[in-house]
T-cell receptor, first 113, second 115 residues
Framework: AQTVTQSQPEMSVQEAETVTLSCTYDTSESNYYLFWYKQPPSRQMILVIRQEAYKQQNATENRFSVNFQKAAKSFSLKISDSQLGDTAMYFCAFMTRFNDMRFGAGTRLTVKP | DSGVTQTPKHLITATGQRVTLRCSPRSGDLSVYWYQQSLDQGLQFLIQYYNGEERAKGNILERFSAQQFPDLHSELNLSSLELGDSALYFC??????????????FGPGTRLTVL
């Protein structure tokens, strides 16, 4: 079974600091896709970053970057220079070649002024 | 604004009833996905349609069904509703059906409350 685990239900960070959200997954697939989605209080799901498993280079999008460790099945999200607008639920998600997307339980991130 | 629209925004109904949720994908997107977000189950993938045909199936109950029409809009039908069906239902769309280009754009969701 393909599962996604986010072990940190809640985290907080001071504005302008850096925070890392953890995600591990389990799969027997050799190729797949990983995502981080952000869900602010508006409940809109917003794609933050994506990583294709066959690419060794870690994805980066402005202040957001990932640490993808394929052998360890780990996919953490680093947010640099945290801003108040980063306050949201963050979901790690995994998609197989069959388009079956699995989400983790989420990490609630609060950025404090 | 992702370009994906969902109607209605809110729906309140009673147990045993049947409802239809509607989704219009972004212009040009051929794939539509349905997800259920509930407090106890988290975000769950229900079903995917690509250009009118079912492409992938997740944890969708037999009481639920979906379809995608020739104009590419999709409807999710929920019948014999139970209290546990209360959730936020998301629709997402992507340009293609295969993982080579699979960024999904989510709609604002329909909040269903079953009383």
């Amino acid at each position: 079974a393909q599962t996604v685990t986010q072990s940190q239900p809640e985290m907080s960070v001071q504005e302008a600091e850096t925070v890392t959200l953890s995600c591990t997954y389990d799969t027997s697939e050799s190729n797949y896709y990983l995502f981080w989605y952000k869900q602010p209080p508006s409940r809109q799901m917003i794609l933050v970053i994506r990583q294709e498993a066959y690419k060794q280079q870690n994805a980066t999008e402005n202040r957001f970057s990932v640490n993808f460790q394929k052998a360890a099945k780990s996919f953490s999200l680093k947010i640099s220079d945290s801003q108040l607008g980063d306050t949201a639920m963050y979901f790690c998600a995994f998609m197989t070649r069959f388009n079956d997307m699995r989400f983790g339980a989420g990490t609630r991130l609060t950025v404090k002024p | 604004d992702s370009g994906v629209t969902q109607t209605p925004k809110h729906l309140i109904t009673a147990t045993g009833q049947r409802v239809t949720l509607r989704c219009s994908p972004r212009s040009g997107d051929l794939s539509v996905y349905w997800y259920q977000q509930s407090l106890d189950q988290g975000l769950q993938f229900l079903i995917q349609y690509y250009n009118g045909e079912e492409r992938a199936k997740g944890n969708i109950l037999e009481r639920f069904s979906a379809q995608q029409f020739p104009d590419l809009h999709s409807e999710l039908n929920l019948s014999s509703l139970e209290l546990g069906d209360s959730a936020l239902y998301f629709c997402a769309s992507s340009p293609r059906g295969d993982p080579t280009y699979n960024e999904q754009f989510f709609g604002p969701g329909t909040r269903l409350t079953v009383l």
